[in-house]
């Protein structure tokens, strides 16, 4: 992927300044709306971190790791919505839009409730699987039983999430991110130091927001509806043809989801090995991987909606134009994060834990994480490509790939040099991610001429 920036930096002068405008405009509510994502988890980090004991901490970073499992497991929600609603956006179909929403919105409500249903394996198996010490895991059910309630809510949300993206309303989709993660961060410091709710109280205080972030979300759809277009039809809602698609394309980001977070709880189990102390210390610096990851992913983001709507046109030249100025902007963006981890990431450190062992660790694995943007960025960039042009069946069998490259790196590493073998397996990992799916990205430029 190198050459790929390399390219980029090449052709930049030759681009158009409206490109330059255009990605910008798209990628910087989008990258304020996402970094209220990780602030949000360095709030609840920062809670958990000062109360009395490691195990507080270790609990809600697993608990966390749960609902990475579960509700970014099912991300095609906000994904798929986003390809599909960018692409009938580009043709200007705006009846196909509409029943992709409410297709979408019905998909979220039953898995929400199946979640809640199957609430006490999910929690009781995941949570055994992953590891940890007893203390660790009491914790953690804590902040699971506490927050789980939300569950169809916040799938709605992704798929509200989805549709601004897809349609470019990305100030709108700031609007909403920061009305949610206020919210929780309200909610957190009331519950937890008013009501004293422990880590509940954490649990609970995002659970909170997810409901108020579905009020605003559906505001935002009646709000923002179509004008003019005839009733929802059953028939065309329940389309074979449409639904199968959906399906498919949900099915593809969903397994490459689960492998994308099969990596993050196998990382987190061979860290739960070494110790509460190394455990928390590796969530911790999880921390500045999520916060450099949802900065990034505004790039990727408004490279889906821009390649979604170029393809939606067949417009290969527009496809082309978005390519190179996302990529351009991304490779900078990840530089940035890169200078200020290794410059500030001691600093950072001693902001979210006044556990000494668990500051101790996280400094000694810190340039791991100050190197992992400049690797990162390629596979987040592409991600947001093969998004917009609904490729999901490449995401997919590219997820797969870079996994097993993972768990057999991670394997063999954490054997000869501990942690810190731990870490250079991640970075392994994210370097397969974007090597990848480069091989894949020709194909997708010949699909839109040949369309």
Request: glycine fraction near 10%; charge should be positive; aromatic fraction near 10%.
């Amino acid at each position: 992927m190198s050459e790929a920036a390399q390219g980029a930096d090449t052709l930049a002068p030759a681009l158009p300044v409206r490109w330059h405008r255009r990605v910008l405009t798209l990628a910087f509510p989008i990258v304020l709306a996402n970094l209220t994502q990780p602030i949000l988890g360095a709030v609840d980090t920062a809670v958990a971190g000062h109360l009395d004991g490691a195990s507080y901490l270790g609990g809600v970073a697993l608990g966390g790791l749960f609902f990475n499992f579960v509700f970014w497991g099912f991300g095609f929600l906000r994904m798929g919505t986003t390809g599909l609603v960018a692409q009938a956006h580009g043709a200007d179909n705006q009846d196909e839009l509409r029943y992709t929403v409410v297709r979408a919105l019905l998909m979220a409500g039953v898995i929400g409730a199946a979640v809640l249903l199957l609430q006490q394996p999910l929690i009781g198996y995941t949570l055994r699987l992953i590891g940890g010490s007893d203390a660790v895991q009491q914790h953690a059910q804590i902040y699971c039983h506490a927050r789980i309630w939300a569950a169809p809510l916040a799938l709605g949300n992704y798929v509200v999430l989805g549709w601004l993206l897809g349609t470019q309303q990305v100030r709108l989709a700031l609007l909403s991110q920061v009305f949610i993660n206020s919210v929780n961060i309200v909610a957190v410091l009331l519950y937890v130091y008013t009501f004293h709710g422990g880590v509940a109280g954490i649990g609970a205080a995002t659970a909170t927001a997810d409901a108020f972030g579905f009020v605003l979300g559906l505001a935002l759809l009646w709000h923002g509806r179509p004008r003019g277009l005839p009733k929802l039809n059953r028939a065309a809602l329940f389309d074979a043809a449409a639904l199968k698609r959906l399906v498919v394309l949900n099915r593809d980001i969903f397994m490459r989801t689960l492998c994308l977070l099969s990596s993050f709880g196998w990382f987190a189990h061979l860290g739960a090995r070494q110790g509460d102390a190394t455990l928390a210390a590796n969530a911790l610096l999880l921390n500045f991987q999520t916060f450099m990851a949802y900065g990034l992913d505004g790039f990727a983001h408004a490279a889906e909606a821009l390649v979604g709507a170029a393809i939606g046109a067949r417009d290969r030249h527009a496809f082309t134009q978005a390519f190179k100025v996302t990529a351009l902007w991304s490779a900078m963006g990840a530089v940035g994060f890169a200078l200020v981890y290794w410059g500030a990431g001691a600093w950072i450190v001693e902001r979210l834990t006044d556990q000494t062992a668990v500051r101790a660790a996280a400094e000694t694995y810190l340039p791991w994480a100050a190197l992992s943007p400049v690797i990162s960025v390629w596979g987040f960039l592409l991600d947001g490509v093969f998004i917009g042009a609904t490729r999901t069946r490449e995401l997919m069998l590219s997820m797969v790939v870079s996994l097993v490259v993972f768990v057999a790196a991670s394997s063999a590493l954490l054997a000869l040099h501990g942690n810190h073998g731990l870490w250079i397996a991640l970075l392994i990992f994210m370097a397969a991610r974007g090597v990848t799916l480069a091989r894949y990205l020709p194909g997708v430029s010949r699909g839109i001429a040949a369309a």
